[in-house]
Nanobody
């Protein structure tokens, strides 16, 4: 069992920055791949980024060049640094553990088996 707790969301003006944190417990972070997703009102959950258990990272085209995912294995925490925020980035952001047995593409929520409760990010234009 893995517990995930996100923090760092809030209200920011367009062009601003926020850093989200996802603290994991119940499993050593270094052995798992962690993803960030977001869901805006009335829309489906959308993949944002993933940090593989090694050093590789991957981003959705919509955030590439603006968002950076990182991890601190000593703190069992994954971060999402979000810069140059836009109004369309407004959503609830959730972190999730990638299932080791996942047989679906990385952007599919079905490939993740533990989820945090989410943190709201609101970008005002």
């Amino acid at each position: 069992q893995v517990q995930l707790v996100e923090s760092g969301g809030g209200l920011v003006q367009a062009g601003g920055s926020l850093r989200l944190s996802c603290a994991a417990s119940g499993r050593t972070l270094s052995s798992i791949s962690m993803g960030w997703f977001r869901q805006a009102p009335g829309k489906e959950r959308e993949f944002v980024s993933i940090s593989w258990s090694g050093s590789r990272t991957y981003y959705a085209d919509s955030v590439k060049g603006r968002f950076t995912i990182s991890r601190d294995n000593a703190k069992n925490t994954v971060y999402l640094q979000m810069n140059s925020l836009k109004a369309e980035d407004t959503a609830v952001y959730s972190c999730a553990v990638r299932s080791s047995a996942a047989a679906v593409p990385v952007h599919s929520p079905a490939g993740y088996n533990y989820w945090g409760q989410g943190t709201q990010v609101t970008v005002s234009s």
